[in-house]
């Protein structure tokens, strides 16, 4: 037996003993398993068997897919935004790693909405959208959790919330919420009224959890310290600008082309006003109000040919 196997044995031998477990046992449950595949370490027929189409016309397929795709690719952005916060004792260099992959995960989500702008028949989404109904992409919980976790939550209100002590109560004002009213009785549409019922709790809970570790609190704190380089800056307000400006206008680009149409524009499946919801330029979200001047933030939504 080689020197570096009796090594590795040994060290097996010291963590198993470690928590009163028998290491030969172990050994032998290694003996008797078999060779893991790519298709089960993957759940390749479970993942494959998750688009469910609710109507048999063929680009459906493309639009539940590409949204699955997408909620992936968010569930990475949480789990790197979570060890940014919860990283003691935190670093620059660390911090803009993490912003790097961000960044990128983003990068390719902006890039993807080609699927969607080009990628499917005009008629057919607009026949298979009405067997969706109220369901939207409003109702994406990861991505209103990406804003949360991102910023101070008082940067995600549509106006000050002076009286609102809690941020449960600051909850009703949040910016999401203004897009969300039926067009016609400007009454909380049935989507969002589903979404709160589901998620509202989740993500008040999140936002006191992330009061003081948001991406926004945790910048400022090596700010503070003299420890934020500029590399760090310029993913910030790269992440900035993706999230809040270049993703936003990618989805009202798909919704243009599917659902502007002269003398009227098509309602959204979820009763969204999405005219007036989805330009950056009047939502006005801001993550790091801090890295941008006056005349940025004046202009937000126009930036950098935008």
Known sequence: ????LTDKL?????????MGQDMASYLEGL???????????IHLDTLL????????????????????ITELYFKLILHEIAQIAQTQPLTSAFFTARMQRINRYFGLLEDSFGVMITGMER??????????????????????QIEIVSTDFQNLL???????NTLADQYDYIYWKRGATELATQQKTLTLRQFDKQYGASLVRLAENYQTTNLNRRFQELEQDGQATNDLRDALREYDHRVNVRWKLAHLRSAVQYLQKEPDAV???????????????????????????LQERENWGRLFGT
């Not at 037996?1 to 570096?4: A, G, I, L, V």
């Not at 003996?31 to 370490?41: E, R, S």
């Not at 549509?158 to 609102?164: F, G, H, I, Q």
């Open 267 to 293: 309602r959204a499946t979820g009763g969204t006003n999405w005219q007036t919801y989805l330009p950056p330029v009047q939502q006005q979200r801001i993550f790091f109000p801090t890295l941008w001047s």
């Open 49 to 68: 068997s998750l688009q469910n189409p609710k109507t048999a016309y063929p680009d459906e397929l493309i639009f539940v897919t590409y949204h699955q």
């Open 10 to 18: 040994n060290q097996l031998e010291q963590k198993f003993a470690a």
């Open 123 to 144: 008629e057919q989404f607009l026949n298979f959208r009405m067997a969706l109904l109220p369901s939207s992409g409003f109702q994406s919980v990861q991505f209103r």
């Open 158 to 164: 549509t106006e000050p919330a002076d009286n609102a």
């Open 1 to 4: 037996m080689s020197e570096t």
């Open 31 to 41: 003996l008797q398993a078999d060779y893991l595949t790519y298709w089960d370490y």
